[in-house]
């Protein structure tokens, strides 16, 4: 049984580049959640995807952009990179929304 | 004040002791509580669901007061393996909220 895996594992971008991030969920799960995370910090929500649509939205800018597939994968885009994107970015994945969480091993993005 | 607070830390305990940690959360209209470890560099993993009545895993222990809108986790008799950050998860209408995370250090 799989579990949550993502791509890539590490990536090193310029500003002003854009970004794609893929998670695929858990085996069995329906809802995908992602978070970025800056060093020392708890894993801020970015959004969550549910049914191929967005269902929330924490405060992130319109940069950030996303998108599920039928097949419940999901990914990340972000443009216009800033130095500030530079984070581990995490996908949840979860049975339905309001329920437990499982994490994927990140992206780590850095931006120079 | 921030959505979900908790003890700063850290916190450096020998083997065998008893921490607690605790978080704060300010909407009451939150549903669910969760407390997670995140490793140096690793993803979080689920550690517990946290319910209203409070739940026990082996060596964990995890509380909610609704009234005072808190949730805690006790870990008795402390490994070395407990060694992590402990985040502090809060959800309500499908967004998540992490705390900052209270780092533990267990000592032989």
């Known amino acids: 049984d799989a579990g949550v895996t993502q791509s890539p594992t590490h990536l090193i971008k310029t500003r002003g580049q854009q970004v794609t991030l893929r998670c695929s969920p858990k085996?069995?799960?329906?809802?995908v959640s992602w978070y970025q995370q800056a060093l020392g910090q708890g894993p801020q929500f970015i959004f969550q995807?549910?049914?191929?649509?967005?269902?929330q939205r924490g405060n992130f800018p319109d940069r950030f952009s996303g998108h599920q597939f039928p097949n419940y994968s999901s990914e990340l885009n972000v443009n216009a990179l800033l130095l500030g994107d530079s984070a581990l970015y995490l996908c949840a994945s979860s049975l339905g929304t309001g329920r437990e969480q499982y994490f994927g091993p990140g992206t780590r993005l850095t931006v120079t | 004040r921030k959505e979900v607070e908790q003890d700063p830390g850290p916190f450096n305990v020998p083997e065998g002791a008893t921490v607690a940690f605790n978080c704060t959360y300010s909407n009451s209209a939150s549903q669910s509580f969760f407390w997670y470890r995140q490793d140096c560099r690793k993803e979080p993993k689920l550690l517990m669901s946290?319910?209203?009545s409070g739940n026990e895993d082996g060596r964990f222990t995890a509380q909610l007061n609704r009234a005072s809108q808190y949730i805690s986790l006790l870990i008795r008799d402390s490994k070395l393996s407990d060694s992590a950050t402990y985040l502090c998860v809060v959800y309500n209408n499908n967004d998540m909220r992490f705390g900052a995370g209270t780092r533990l250090t267990v000592k032989p």
């Open positions: 995807y549910y049914e191929e649509e967005e269902r």
């Open positions: 085996s069995g799960h329906d809802t």
């Open positions: 946290v319910y209203s």
